[in-house]
């Protein structure tokens, strides 16, 4: 059990949010803290993206997308994370 957990710059690489958080939950103490720097979206995410539709380039970029954080698609990233 963890009093405080922390996660610089990794927690938009998780896919299953609802299965992390539970995680999270069941190693926090009560009371306990948590505490995220995230990347919400960055230009280079999107260049990667349409890099990869090239031909000349998409063999570089195979297995991109579990480097692509999914609030690069999200519209509304707190509140999809608020509803979990």
């Known amino acids: 059990m963890f009093d405080k957990v922390f996660a610089f ?3 938009h690489y998780v896919k299953d ?3 992390f958080l539970e995680v ?3 190693i926090l103490k009560p009371g306990g803290y948590f505490l995220s720097f995230r990347i919400a979206s960055s230009p280079q995410f ?3 993206l349409e890099m990869s539709k090239n031909e000349e380039w ?4 195979i297995g991109l997308e579990k480097y692509i954080p999914f609030t690069l698609m999200s519209n509304d990233y707190f509140a999809e994370i608020k509803k979990v």
Not at 58 to 61: A, D, E, G, P, V
Request: proline residues 0%; without cysteine.
């Open 9 to 11: 710059f990794s927690f």
């Open 46 to 48: 999107s260049v990667w």
């Open 17 to 19: 949010i609802r299965k």
């Open 24 to 26: 999270l939950w069941g």
């Open 58 to 61: 998409k063999q570089y970029f």
